[in-house]
């Protein structure tokens, strides 16, 4: 797993009474240059292990990292500290997470994204590779991520970030 961090400049701060995604975040000082770093992982669904591999943190002698346990750590983190702001891009982990939360964690889990704190980009089931994958797949995998997240959190869970951290170039 990696982690890696967006710097945003702000200019001008506005206050919006929208309820969620950027609407919602604090700009910071309107006076002052403004960095935001907005934390986020990327797991992929299927590379060196397998989906449940990733998952459950298994085949260690390959790579350490459990995403159950990632998922589980951002809430605890985004918890601890109302300023802290989190983004997530694949939805095949963590639907599977939340499938397994109770409805005191999946409320906390929607507070978070109701308020602009925990934020879904791309919204696709998985990260796609863009250098062999048909466009089909592409739409379909995406359609499965972008139906979960609407069904789960409406229009606060609707991503307005095209994201792809790690392309190894683009289809035709």
Request: charged residues 20%.
């Amino acid at each position: 797993m990696n982690f890696y961090f967006i710097l945003t400049f702000c200019v001008i701060a506005i206050q919006s009474t929208k309820d969620c995604g950027y609407d919602a975040c604090n700009l910071g000082d309107s006076t002052k240059l403004n960095v935001h770093l907005v934390p986020h992982s990327h797991d992929d669904v299927g590379f060196v292990k397998t989906l449940d591999e990733y998952y459950y943190g298994s085949r260690t002698d390959l790579q350490h990292a459990g995403v159950q346990y990632i998922l589980d750590s951002i809430v605890l983190a985004l918890n601890e500290n109302p300023d802290r702001r989190f983004i997530y891009v694949e939805m095949a982990f963590f639907s599977r997470w939340w499938n397994e939360q109770n409805e005191i964690v999946r409320n906390k889990v929607k507070e978070f994204v109701n308020s602009g704190r925990l934020e879904f980009i791309s919204g696709g089931w998985c990260m796609n590779d863009e250098a062999a994958t048909h466009y089909n797949s592409i739409i379909d995998q995406h359609s499965l991520g972008l139906e979960f997240l609407n069904e789960q959190f409406g229009e606060c869970g609707r991503p307005k970030v095209g994201w792809q951290i790690d392309p190894f170039g683009h289809s035709r």
